[in-house]
């Protein structure tokens, strides 16, 4: 009996020194692990119950030492399994606070578009002086796009060499669908909708429309099948020639420093009359003479002239009683100019080491 129990205390011990040996390593990944582990050491049919059952068999005077010995580890494995626990706890709550609008990867910051950034400045400087923005449809049918702009019916423009047409009618301008080849026709509509039935208008009009055009033209550094316009349109009683050189050379200074001179050539278009080519003095060279404005110190940005008052007809307004001029720019041409980009297929080849170029002009 004596050496069986002696058996029991020394089984007993090398038990509970096995379980102590256990506990630092005990890992649970989630609340799920953390309980089975509490089932395994501390439920009703765990490890340390079954120590107990053998604990009643221990001698009497080893009682106490063994006794002290489950109860250290009784307590280590239940601190053990509470820190695990609580390190679970806090890692799910942690996942529910992740911030689910951040994105996995930073977002890399664009630049805009050398065009837009032009377009915009020359918007704004129109806008300072009273222009509004007028927008109008690129698909465009004949009646805006030529017949409204006193376009002769066997003008060059009409034909399939020079526009891009989606359907043909030779009868009928409205049904004549083509890509706008000149920003012209959002003019036209504007001017359709703002009259009374007997040709008064209902406000001054002082718009500027910015939008891309189309032409049927091989692509080459130095042109397009499409580029960007802005036009602007101003039409009131009594508006003289005075009135549009004026606005043109405020644009030029503003656009292109104080010191800019402007010049105006004869020119024809059809839907102005009369009509001018805008020189502004070569801002190279100062209006000296050099290789960029080819010895004669001015550089051509623009076309303009009075509207024509077969367009004012055209579009219902009373050409007796109403004046206005017009003026367009390429916005291409502009940001050549300013930028000297020497070739205008850089303009829309997407590269962004091109584009990023311009990080600092906007
Ligand atoms: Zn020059």
Not at 52 to 61: H, L, S, T
Not at 105 to 131: A, W
Not at 343 to 355: A, G, I, P, W, Y
Request: net charge negative; charged share 25%.
């Amino acid at each position: 009996m004596h050496t069986n129990c002696n058996f029991i205390y020394k089984m007993i011990l090398e038990k509970i020194n096995e379980l102590l040996q256990q506990v630092d390593s005990l890992e649970a990944k989630n609340a799920e692990e953390v309980e089975k582990l509490r089932l395994k050491y501390l439920s009703k049919n765990g490890e340390l119950n079954e120590l107990m059952k053998d604990f009643r068999n221990v001698p009497a005077e080893q009682k106490k030492e063994v006794g002290m010995k489950i109860n250290e580890l009784k307590q280590r494995i239940t601190d053990r399994i509470n820190a695990l626990r609580e390190a679970c706890t806090t890692q799910e709550s942690g996942d529910e606070a992740i911030d689910l609008t951040r994105t996995p990867y930073p977002i890399q910051l664009g630049t805009r578009h050398p065009l837009t950034i032009v377009t915009n400045e020359i918007i704004d400087i129109f806008s300072r002086m009273g222009f509004v923005l007028a927008d109008g449809p690129e698909v465009e049918d004949d009646l805006h796009v030529f017949t409204r702009m006193n376009f002769a019916a066997d003008h060059p423009a009409r034909d399939m060499q020079d526009t891009f047409f989606v359907s043909q009618h030779p009868n009928d301008v409205t049904k004549n669908i083509l890509l706008r080849s000149h920003t012209s026709s959002v003019q036209a509509r504007v001017m359709e909708n703002m009259h009374t039935e007997d040709g008064k208008l209902t406000g001054p009009i002082r718009v500027i429309c910015p939008g891309r055009v189309y032409r049927n033209e091989a692509i080459t550094a130095r042109a397009h099948c499409f580029f960007h316009q802005v036009e602007g349109l101003y039409i009131d009683k009594n508006v003289s020639f005075t009135d549009l050189k004026q606005v043109l050379l405020s644009f030029a200074r503003e656009m292109f420093g104080a010191d800019t001179k402007i010049r105006l050539r004869p020119s024809y278009f059809p839907f102005t009359e009369p009509s001018a080519e805008m020189d502004i003095s070569c801002f190279i060279c100062g209006g000296e003479g050099c290789g960029f404005c080819k010895h004669t110190g001015w550089v051509e940005i623009l076309g303009c002239g009075m509207v024509d008052p077969n367009v004012l007809e055209q579009c219902g307004i009373d050409s007796k009683e109403y004046s206005g001029y017009a003026f367009g720019m390429g916005v291409e041409r502009i940001t050549n100019l300013k930028y000297r980009v020497s070739d205008l297929r850089m303009f829309s080849e997407n590269d962004t080491r091109f584009l990023e170029e311009f990080q600092a002009a906007d």
